[in-house]
């Protein structure tokens, strides 16, 4: 779990540097760890992610497919 927090904090860092690929690959990553024993902790430190990519990367379609993977977690 904490190597999946890890992920996105680093992607939230790359998105703030403007590095939508890196940011959204470590987003991704974070989600698909296998590591989700706290699925609200992981939920929630994503949502700083997501904030980022809506507002910065809004029509990209990188951005659109980590932000799709989302309600699917929630569900898990």
Do not use: H, N, W
Request: aromatic fraction near 2%.
């Amino acid at each position: 779990m904490r190597r999946a927090e890890a992920r996105i904090t680093l992607g939230v860092v790359a998105a703030r540097a403007g590095e939508l690929e890196q940011a959204v690959g470590q987003g991704g990553r974070a989600l698909t760890d296998g590591a989700k024993r706290s699925v609200p902790s992981l939920l929630m430190c994503s949502a700083e992610l997501a904030a980022i990519l809506r507002q910065r990367f809004a029509g990209e379609g990188t951005t659109r497919d980590y932000l799709d993977q989302l309600p699917a977690l929630g569900s898990t």
